[in-house]
């Protein structure tokens, strides 16, 4: 009954070390120092007045890669025009 338990427990184990590294390595991301910092006051705000130009996405198309049958955007068209 022992041996058996253990070999019952192995992909539990499994698992559980997945799960350790994959909350490490989010933590990791959590605490990071940044290089832009919001609340720094260096450096000149950017105002409407000096946006200039759009952004445009035509015909955008995506899937992701474990789904690639099943399409999140399909043709999808977007315009933001400067200083909205």
């Not at 698992?15 to 990791?28: P, Q, T």
């Not at 609340?39 to 000149?44: D, E, I, L, V, W």
């Amino acid at each position: 009954i022992g041996a058996m338990g253990i070999g019952q427990a192995n992909p539990s184990a499994t698992s559980l070390a997945k799960a350790r590294v994959a909350g490490y390595e989010m933590f990791s991301v959590i605490h990071r120092e940044v290089a832009i910092s919001t609340a720094s006051s260096k450096g000149r705000p950017v105002s409407k007045d000096h946006m200039r130009g759009a952004i445009r996405f035509n015909n955008v198309h995506f899937s992701y890669p474990s789904r690639p049958d099943r399409k999140v955007l399909n043709g999808v068209n977007l315009t933001i025009e400067a200083g909205t």
